[in-house]
């Protein structure tokens, strides 16, 4: 199938057209809630072609960004131009961030790609992004989810051509999470906003690791 | 299982028979087959259902543990071809999928049409697992397990006989049918019959016949389809409108079906004339013996020395004995350790292995324009 394989240079065209144009304000309030002070050290796991990786260091932050496709990787570097020195790119799956150290990072990101992971993919990698963060480091994940109640039926009705696009275009299939926040909870964090776009379909949740209260 | 579960299990395997070309993902993760334990051997496929359902059922009566993958949805060749099953999809799914926590060991049999995309040694070293590539076929599976990782020349092998024929026939036919059937029914309700025949008929002569045509093929067959198509309606008394819709249907689905003809079957070297101008090549001095090409090769075009092992290192070097059958799949140059082959052209053009992993199958002329095809 021939339009999946040259999926990395229609990704950024596919996910504009799923989102109908809402990705940029999505990829701004992880940026936000993830590099909240200048210098802070951020993960974030599955970069894409870089366009939240481009705004963590337009605040200032210190970024490792990880991806599994090194035609990922290739396109975020050609974005980001001379910056893409001062990141440190890792090519690797998600998974593998176990091998990282423990409390190395003041935030982690993650933007549309907990969806592209299996359920016990996302339990492992949030698990290990809790392990990753120093106590109150921040957790900014966002994804598309399924809003409930009526909105839900509307959503389910608008997403068939909408999913079939970013298919054709992007080669992207993704699972639209069903309880975003429900899962960052199950993984050990404390939920401290939450943020919705596109008749709720795009969700933010920022969360925080509890500070040890036996380290005090 | 009851008859209600059977029903269901036999129209999904239709259903998604019918409509294979189109993904159908299954949840990606750990299953159980049969009552395995921490030492049962450990299987790993991906998350195309059919696959999945397939997979399980060439395992009844065998304990083992099944990882799934994630493969975009994809079968397994496909997926490894084209980027969406590879190292890190294995990785992954080895390290979250709970498999761990179940078995002692960390030995894993991946399905050798993965190959392409999956390097067994990387595998290994980034989470600790050592992988063998099994059979192409699952129902091969209990006889290579049970002989203790044995892989014959049959199960090496891909096959299209009768059966792959067929399957593809009706995975074209399907669709073909529900989309020709349908613009009919809006236009002419009385031509769906007839149209959805010709939907049918005409999967079934491309993936029968096809392979067996002369030279200029292409032409040769969607004139033939026209010509038969318009025949038999004027013999069924049809008039103008019937005879321009059977054969402008029998030209356009001719053009359709003949179009990836390489890409839905494994008898073509390649998708395009452009991809058959390369060949693999062996650079002896290079070979050390390992034989991961011969393991993986799915037309088995590689030959080991007959010669004992043991002897001087010449004697241990692989020979390329069926070059002719050679599909271009690239898994030799992908999992050759030596870095001993690669893909190279008649005016001296190579691609070198590092760019074929890296890029999978994005179209041999794309991959060697951005991978920096090097010049010799």
């Known amino acids: 199938m021939r339009w999946l394989e040259g999926a990395p240079d229609r990704y950024d065209a596919g996910l504009r057209a799923i989102t109908l144009g809402r990705v940029a304000a999505l990829h701004q309030a992880v940026a936000e809630a993830a590099a909240a002070q200048p210098g802070a050290r951020v993960l974030e796991i599955g970069c894409g072609t870089g366009a939240v990786t481009q705004r963590l260091l337009a605040r200032g932050a210190r970024v490792t960004a990880l991806d599994q496709s090194p035609e990922m990787l290739q396109r975020a570097r050609a974005r980001l131009g001379e910056a893409a020195q001062r990141v440190d790119w890792l090519e690797r799956t998600a998974a593998e961030i176990d091998a990282l150290p423990e409390q190395a990072f003041d935030a982690v990101a993650i933007s549309l790609a907990l969806s592209e992971m299996s359920s016990g993919e996302r339990r492992f990698v949030l698990r290990q992004a809790l392990r990753l963060l120093v106590p109150g480091g921040r957790l900014a994940v966002a994804d598309e989810v399924r809003p409930r109640g009526a909105r839900g039926v509307l959503f389910r009705l608008l997403r068939a051509p909408q999913a079939l696009l970013g298919w054709l275009l992007a080669g992207v299939i993704s699972h639209p999470v069903a309880d975003l926040a429900g899962e960052v909870r199950e993984a050990g964090f404390r939920v401290s906003a939450e943020r919705r776009w596109l008749a709720g379909s795009l969700q933010l949740v920022v969360a925080q690791r509890e500070e040890d209260r036996e380290a005090r | ?376």
């Open chain 2, 1 to 376: 299982m009851s008859l209600a579960a059977r029903l269901r299990e036999a129209a999904l395997e239709g259903l998604q028979t019918a409509f294979r070309l189109a993904p159908w993902p299954t949840e990606p993760g750990l299953r159980a087959v049969g009552r395995p334990d921490e030492l049962s051997p450990v299987v790993v496929t991906g998350n195309y259902a059919l696959t999945v359902r397939r997979v399980r059922r060439a395992l009844r009566g065998v304990d083992a543990w099944l990882v799934v993958a994630p493969s975009a949805g994809i079968n397994v060749w496909c997926a490894a071809a084209g980027g969406h099953l590879g190292t890190s999809q294995v990785v992954s799914a080895l390290k979250t999928s709970g498999v761990e926590q179940r078995v002692r060991h960390r030995r894993a049999v991946l399905p050798q049409l993965c190959a392409t995309g999956v390097q067994a040694r990387e595998v290994s070293r980034r989470c600790g697992w050592r992988t063998r590539f099994g059979p192409v076929y699952a129902d091969d599976l209990p006889a290579y397990l049970a002989s203790g990782g044995e892989k014959t020349e049959a199960m090496r092998r891909v096959r299209f006989g009768v059966r792959e024929r067929l399957e593809m026939a009706a995975s074209w036919g399907a669709p073909c049918s529900l989309v020709v059937g349908g613009l009919a029914w809006l236009v002419r309700p009385g031509f769906v019959a007839p149209l959805v025949g010709l939907s049918l008929a005409l999967p079934l002569l491309v993936f029968t016949l096809y392979d067996r045509l002369p030279a200029a093929r292409r032409t040769t067959f969607t004139a033939l389809a026209v010509l038969g198509a318009g025949a038999l309606t004027w013999a069924a008394g049809g008039g103008t409108a019937a005879l321009l819709s059977a054969a402008g249907a029998a030209g356009a689905l001719s053009w359709l079906l003949t179009f990836d003809y390489a890409g839905s079957t494994p008898v073509e070297g390649g998708s395009h004339f452009e991809e058959r101008a390369w060949h693999v090549a062996l650079d002896l001095e290079r070979c050390q013996g390992v034989y991961s090409c011969w393991e993986v090769c799915p037309e088995a075009c590689f030959e080991k020395p007959t010669a004992p092992a043991g002897g001087r290192p010449e004697d241990r070097r692989i020979r390329i004995a069926h070059a002719d059958r050679c599909v271009r799949c690239g898994a030799c140059i992908v999992q050759c350790p030596m870095d001993a082959l690669a893909f190279e052209r008649e005016d001296g053009r190579r691609i070198e292995p590092e760019a074929i992993r890296r890029y999978k199958l994005n179209l041999l002329g794309k991959r060697s324009v951005d991978a920096g095809a090097s010049s010799a």
